[in-house]
C-alpha cells in the first residue's frame, strides 16, 4: 500500500523544528511519513526573503516543491499550525482542485479562519517597526510568553522556541507579518472542503483560543468526518507542548482518509 504523507506547516516565527516530537511519534508508530519544509526566508530554505510573504505566496512555494515532499502519486493529509493554517487555506484555494485525488484530509492546529481586522493590521505594522529598530529580539519578546501554556514552562518546548525565533531573520520575520496582516477570510475554503478534517487546539492557547477552532469546526459542512480536539497541557503549539496526544487525534483521523 503506498504510503501517506502528513505535509505540515510551521508557525510565525518559527520553523519547521517545531513539528519534531510529533514528527518522531507518528513514524515511530507507523501512522505516516512527515514532511515539514521551511517556509522562505528561513531555516533550510533554498528561497530567499521577500518583501511580503502573502500566504498565497507560500501556498504556491508549497504547490512546486511537491513533487519533492511528497513523492509521486502519494496521498497526503495538509497540516498546518497557526500562520501554516492560513497558508493550508490558501493552498486549497489555490490548488485543492488540481490535487483533489491525493490530498485526502485537513489537521488545523492553533489557527483560525478569520483575518486581520483594523485593530490587527495596526498590532502588525507596530510589530514590524518594532523589529525594524531592535531586531529579532522584537519578536522574541512579543511572541514567547503568548505561545507556550504556562505548563511549558521549563520544558525543552521552551528552549525550542527562543531558538527558532531568534534563528529568524529580521527581515523574513517583518515580511511574515506584512503578508499576515494581507490575508482574508477562509472559512468559504473550509465550507468546501470535502475530505475529513481534524482541528486542535492547546486549552491554553492565548493567540488562537478554543472559540476560533469550534467557528472553523461549524463551517465545515461538506466535510465526511470533522473533530475538535482540544488538547490539555498545551497552548498556542499543541504539536510540540503535547505530541502524544495529538499524534494519536492524527492516526485516528489517518484511518478515516
Ligand atoms: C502564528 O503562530 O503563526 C502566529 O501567531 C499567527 C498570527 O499571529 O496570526
Keep these: ?11 510565525y516565527p518559527l520553523d519547521r523544528r517545531m513539528w519534531g516530537p510529533l514528527a518522531a511519534r507518528l513514524e515511530a508508530d507507523g501512522v505516516c511519513r512527515v514532511v515539514a519544509p521551511d517556509l522562505r526566508g528561513r531555516g533550510t530554505s533554498r528561497r530567499p526573503a521577500a518583501g511580503i510573504h502573502a500566504m498565497s505566496l507560500f501556498a504556491d512555494d508549497l504547490a512546486a516543491d511537491l513533487p519533492s ?3 509521486g502519486d502519494a496521498p497526503f493529509l495538509l497540516c498546518g499550525l497557526s500562520m501554516g493554517g492560513y497558508v493550508s487555506f490558501e493552498f486549497l484555494r489555490r ?25 490587527g ?8 517597526e518594532a523589529i525594524r529598530r531592535n531586531g529579532i529580539d522584537a519578536a522574541f519578546e512579543a511572541m514567547a510568553p503568548k505561545l507556550l501554556s504556562p505548563k511549558s514552562k521549563g ?23 506584512a503578508g499576515l496582516a494581507l490575508r482574508s477570510d477562509a472559512f468559504d475554503v473550509l465550507g ?54 495529538v ?11
Design 192 to 245: 468546501s472542503f470535502d475530505r475529513p478534517v481534524l482541528v486542535v487546539c492547546g486549552e491554553d492557547d492565548a493567540i488562537t483560543p478554543v472559540a476560533d477552532a469550534e467557528a472553523m469546526v461549524a463551517t465545515c459542512a461538506n466535510a465526511p468526518f470533522v473533530r475538535l480536539f482540544t488538547t490539555p497541557r498545551a497552548g498556542h503549539m499543541a504539536p510540540l507542548e503535547n505530541p502524544g496526544d
Design 155 to 177: 520544558m525543552p518546548a521552551e528552549t525550542l522556541v527562543r531558538e527558532m525565533i531568534l534563528g529568524i531573520p529580521p527581515a523574513t520575520a517583518m515580511a511574515d507579518l
Design 247 to 257: 499524534a494519536s487525534a492524527i492516526a485516528d483521523l489517518a484511518k478515516r482518509v
Design 69 to 71: 515532499l511528497v513523492p
Design 95 to 119: 490548488h485543492g482542485a488540481r490535487l483533489k485525488i491525493r490530498l485526502r484530509g485537513l489537521v488545523l492546529c492553533d489557527t483560525r479562519a478569520t483575518g486581520d481586522d483594523d485593530a
Design 121 to 128: 493590521r495596526a498590532k502588525r505594522k507596530e510589530a514590524i
Design 1 to 11: 500500500m503506498t504510503a501517506l504523507y502528513l505535509l505540515c506547516v510551521h508557525g
